[in-house]
Nanobody, 122 residues
Framework: QVQLVESGGGLVQAGGSLRLSCAAS????????MGWYRQAPGNQRELVAS???????LYADSVKGRFTISRENAKKTVYLQMDSLKPEDTAVYYC????????????????WGQGTQVTVSS
């Protein structure tokens, strides 16, 4: 069974930094893209950043220049370094992985973490 476990959320003042981590575990054949999404109260879930297996990255315009996504393939882990945080970054952050589970053929599936709260105070 595949699991994504996030860590690193919390409360920080505006201008501060946080680093989120997400580790995938279980029977995994290969992981393709990994990413971070967020959902604030009353809003839809939105893409924050994504990274392919060969480290091609994509960022939402609202976080460009402030957030950095990275991954360690050997550890099946993706990170999100968040700097210069703003109150509008407050949300639950979800890790996503597009992967091929072991022993289930070659189809890719999307898996999600449980979410971690990030709160930025003004």
């Amino acid at each position: 069974q595949v699991q994504l476990v996030e860590s690193g959320g919390g409360l920080v003042q505006a201008g501060g930094s946080l680093r989120l981590s997400c580790a995938a575990s279980g029977s995994i054949f290969s992981i393709n893209a990994m990413g971070w999404y967020r959902q604030a109260p009353g809003n839809q879930r939105e893409l924050v950043a994504s990274i392919t297996r060969d480290s091609t990255t994509l960022y939402a315009d609202s976080v460009k220049g402030r957030f950095t996504i990275s991954r360690e393939n050997a550890k099946k882990t993706v990170y999100l370094q968040m700097d210069s945080l703003k109150p509008e970054d407050t949300a639950v952050y979800y890790c996503n992985a597009n992967l091929i589970p072991a022993n289930l053929g070659t189809r890719r599936y999307d898996y999600w973490g449980q979410g971690t709260q990030v709160t930025v105070s003004s």
